[in-house]
T-cell receptor
Framework: DAGVIQSPRHEVTEMGQEVTLRCKPISGHNSLFWYRQTMMRGLELLIYFNNNVPIDDSGMPEDRFSAKMPNASFSTLKIQPSEPRDSAVYFCATERGAGANVLTFGAGSRLTVL | GEDVEQSLFLSVREGDSSVINCTYTDSSSTYLYWYKQEPGAGLQLLTYIFSNMDMKQDQRLTVLLNKKDKHLSLRIADTQTGDSAIYFC?????????????FGAGTRLAVHP
């Protein structure tokens, strides 16, 4: 089991560019979460999918952020246009079933927007 | 409201015990969790405790839960340099139709010789 796989691990881009972060969940895990981690705000839940359906997107900061889960083995988080304040580490986490909150996190994607 | 609070830093000598404390606000939380984050990595579940338990022990880790005071602690016995990491306390709350994890800000544990 390769765990939760995120790409890219690091991304440096310029303000205004589009950023796409990718996540491959563990096979059989049907709950998927996107988190953002910053020094100032800690860990923030951005969006939660269950069985590929977005259940809670109340944490998505604004319309510049969007997330999709077209199938059980792939999810994307897109920022368009990116801004310096989006610089953070973005984590994808998955769980088998729903409710126990026993999450497996990916290694994260560190985004720097200049 | 939903809030989990923990101290930001703890420094201990190798071989001593570490105690990381946390307070939470939602008395209906079914489970409480400790996650560990090593540098450059994602969070990893260390242990969790069901809300009707007072204590849970797992090798060098002891979790104590005081439901009345909404206080959770993690004790690491014989702390090693490999225990240096950020430790996150989290509570599970039912919100928006599902069980949602609320994380604290994390306690950075530094272990020195």
């Amino acid at each position: 089991d390769a765990g939760v796989i995120q790409s890219p691990r690091h991304e440096v881009t310029e303000m205004g560019q589009e950023v796409t972060l990718r996540c491959k969940p563990i096979s059989g895990h049907n709950s998927l979460f996107w988190y953002r981690q910053t020094m100032m705000r800690g860990l923030e839940l951005l969006i939660y999918f269950n069985n590929n359906v977005p259940i809670d997107d109340s944490g998505m900061p604004e319309d510049r952020f969007s997330a999709k889960m077209p199938n059980a083995s792939f999810s994307t988080l897109k920022i368009q246009p990116s801004e310096p304040r989006d610089s953070a580490v973005y984590f994808c986490a998955t769980e088998r079933g729903a409710g126990a909150n026993v999450l497996t996190f990916g290694a994260g994607s560190r985004l720097t927007v200049l | 409201g939903e809030d989990v609070e923990q101290s930001l830093f703890l420094s201990v000598r190798e071989g001593d015990s570490s105690v990381i404390n946390c307070t939470y606000t939602d008395s209906s939380s079914t489970y409480l969790y400790w996650y560990k984050q090593e540098p450059g990595a994602g969070l990893q579940l260390l242990t969790y405790i069901f809300s009707n338990m007072d204590m849970k022990q797992d090798q060098r880790l002891t979790v104590l839960l005081n439901k009345k005071d909404k206080h959770l602690s993690l004790r690491i016995a014989d702390t090693q340099t490999g225990d240096s990491a950020i430790y996150f306390c989290a509570e599970s709350i039912f919100s928006g139709g599902y069980n949602k994890l609320i994380f604290g800000a994390g306690t950075r544990l530094a272990v020195h010789p």
